[in-house]
């Protein structure tokens, strides 16, 4: 990606010292766009069969892990906040 990139620039710079050389010249001329015309027609027909798709619900047994939850005593981190002052203390 970054090869290409290197190689457009290096392009763009070739064509604008040539451009500034005046060894290239480039005139445009302004275009427009060709005009269309439009007569009758008809859109085209399609019919399409499509699947159909039922959703309902059935009873099945399955096997599902069960969790137990039993107490333990275990340390946990802390932290104490102690709020500042409001008003603050006269320096000596």
Known sequence: MRG???ILG???VVIVVLMSLGMLSINMQS???PTIKFEGGKAPAVQADVGKVGMGYTNKTVQVPTVTM???TIQIPTVEVEKADPTPAATQ
Do not use: H, R, T
Request: neutral net charge; hydrophobic residues 60%; aromatic residues 0%.
């Open 31 to 33: 275009g427009s766009l």
């Open 70 to 72: 039993e107490n333990k």
């Open 4 to 6: 290409l990139l290197a």
């Open 10 to 12: 290096l392009a763009a």
